[in-house]
């Protein structure tokens, strides 16, 4: 089955520096990969979709300047988060969509990464 | 943005009843799928449900979609304590979008 992995699982950072999570997809290719943020008691919000090779689309809200995202490859995407604030502390998790075969068309979770800014 | 609304937000029941948690949505939709969230984990895909099927069973799930009405619904019979969690519905077009989700608690 489809396996995502993010890196790092726990991170814990001193604000105003920057944070940078991976998510790869370990058994298949991704040409799409989307990134959610969750708050304590809340759902998962959609914060960007990232294309590979191309530029990431954010949605409303959030800001493409602080969560710079890169979709260098077919098997990896990364999010920084810039100059982080202690409001930036949240989980993220990533997905990933398949690019053809048995994982074409569905979106395959990572296990999340929990940030902690102090 | 979110596209799913869940009711109830927080459901308490006995174990071995049935918790049902229903979910509607705004716009069509390919597919709508179940997760399961333990407190502070990753997501647990439960089942997905087409937007032509009307009705999937899993194990002791059962959900059901009716597009007419833009609403699904998640069973769960003989609940068990391990059900104890998050549940939120997604829907699927050319991204997925999470409900707000359901706190389930199962009471021994």
């Known amino acids: 089955g489809a396996v995502v992995s993010q890196h790092p699982s726990r991170v814990i950072c001193k604000s105003g520096t920057s944070v940078k999570i991976e998510c790869r997809s370990l058994?298949?290719?991704?040409?799409?990969m989307f990134w959610y943020r969750q708050f304590p008691k809340q759902s998962l919000m959609l914060m960007a979709t990232?294309?590979?090779?191309?530029?990431?689309?954010?949605e409303q809200g959030v800001e493409k300047d602080k969560f710079l995202i890169n979709h260098a490859s077919l098997t990896l995407s990364t999010l920084t988060v810039t100059s982080a604030h202690p409001e930036d502390s949240s989980f993220y998790i990533c997905?990933?969509?398949?690019?053809?075969?048995?994982?074409?068309?569905?979106?395959?979770f990572g296990p999340g990464t929990r940030l902690t800014v102090t | 943005s979110q596209q799913g609304e869940e009711d109830p937000q927080a459901l308490s029941i006995q174990e071995g009843e049935n918790a049902t948690m229903n979910c509607s949505y705004k716009?069509?939709?390919?597919?709508l799928q179940w997760y399961r969230q333990n407190s502070g984990r990753g997501l647990v895909h439960l089942i997905l449900?087409?937007?032509?099927?009307r009705e999937k069973h899993s194990g002791r799930l059962r959900v059901t979609l009716d597009t007419s009405k833009k609403s699904s619904s998640l069973l769960i019979t003989a609940s068990r304590a391990a059900d104890t969690a998050s549940y939120f519905c997604a829907t699927e077009g050319d991204k997925i979008i999470f409900g707000k989700g359901t706190r389930l608690h199962i009471l021994p």
């Open positions: 990232s294309n590979e090779g191309s530029k990431a689309t954010y």
């Open positions: 716009t069509s939709i390919n597919n």
């Open positions: 449900i087409r937007s032509n099927e």
């Open positions: 997905s990933a969509r398949g690019l053809g075969g048995w994982a074409a068309y569905e979106q395959y």
């Open positions: 058994d298949f290719q991704a040409t799409t």
